[in-house]
């Protein structure tokens, strides 16, 4: 990272709109994070993530609530893309889909590891079928009341892959598993965010789970998700020292 910073030269390139979840579970009287180590073929290989990737053109829910553009700080269609983003990397990377009957609106569907749930998330990973086709078909509805918005942090300007990415975070549906399934990581894991301390992280996860410090159970997570400053983003520079040394600064909005 110091290394490209120091040659850097001209324009950045274009930032790309993503999204992560940071999938919380209870554990005794305190909770764990799901975490998956990358492949070391992917693109930061080796190191600790939550599910999460781009936004893709297909990713525009219609039923999910109106005020996500004032909680993101984009446009409404932007921030239903980015919500929309959230769930589908969800269920295609770790098998867990936010969705509930739509005659039943505070439900969430159960079990969804069997072999046809299977197959759809296949045909959604592979791009031959969109979330809300999918929901759709099955007499569902987008639980986006279950995504929290958390923070948001944009790739330094001298990284050749830029993105804009919005972190949120959820709590795991009864009855539904967290699994690695999108054969794009090496290692699937709870943890607990201060075991967390002793795996390679970047800089936007490692933040994200230092958040997670203060507040011990869950319900404490939710209600500081109310506070938080999601629409304003973080952008990590590099701060050259007198002897050439570089350090990584990090501003965290208020």
């Not at 909770?31 to 190191?47: D, I, N, P, T």
């Not at 054969?183 to 958040?211: C, F, H, I, Y």
């Not at 997570?221 to 020292?241: C, D, K, L």
Request: aromatic share 8%.
């Amino acid at each position: 990272m110091v290394r490209r910073a120091r040659e850097f030269r001209g324009d950045p390139a274009p930032t790309r709109p993503a999204a992560t979840v940071v999938l919380l579970r209870p554990e005794g009287e305190t909770f764990q994070v799901y975490v998956l180590k990358r492949a070391a073929s992917m693109v930061f290989g080796g190191l600790y993530a939550f599910p999460g990737g781009g936004v893709d053109p297909s990713d525009r829910p219609d039923t999910i609530r109106t005020d996500w553009a004032e909680h993101l700080g984009v446009p409404d269609e932007r921030a239903r893309a980015i919500v929309g983003a959230a769930a589908r990397e969800l269920f295609e990377e770790a098998g867990i889909l936010l969705a509930g009957p739509v005659e039943q609106p505070d439900r969430t569907v159960a079990d969804v590891s069997t072999e046809d749930w299977e197959a759809d998330r296949a045909h959604l990973a592979a791009r031959r079928l969109t979330m809300t086709e999918l929901l759709e078909r099955r007499g569902l509805r987008l639980r986006d009341d279950l995504l929290l918005p958390w923070a948001r942090w944009i790739t330094p300007e001298f990284e050749p892959k830029r993105f804009d990415t919005w972190f949120f975070v959820a709590l795991l549906p009864e009855g539904q598993t967290a699994r690695d399934v999108s054969g794009e990581s090496e290692v699937a894991a709870w943890v607990s965010p201060k075991a967390a301390e002793e795996l390679a992280m970047l800089p936007p996860t490692r933040s994200t789970v230092n958040s997670l410090y203060p507040y011990r159970k869950i319900a404490d997570v939710i209600a500081a998700s109310s506070r938080r400053n999601a629409a304003s983003p973080v952008t990590p520079r590099v701060e050259w020292n007198a002897d050439g040394s570089a350090v990584l600064h990090v501003a965290l909005p208020s």
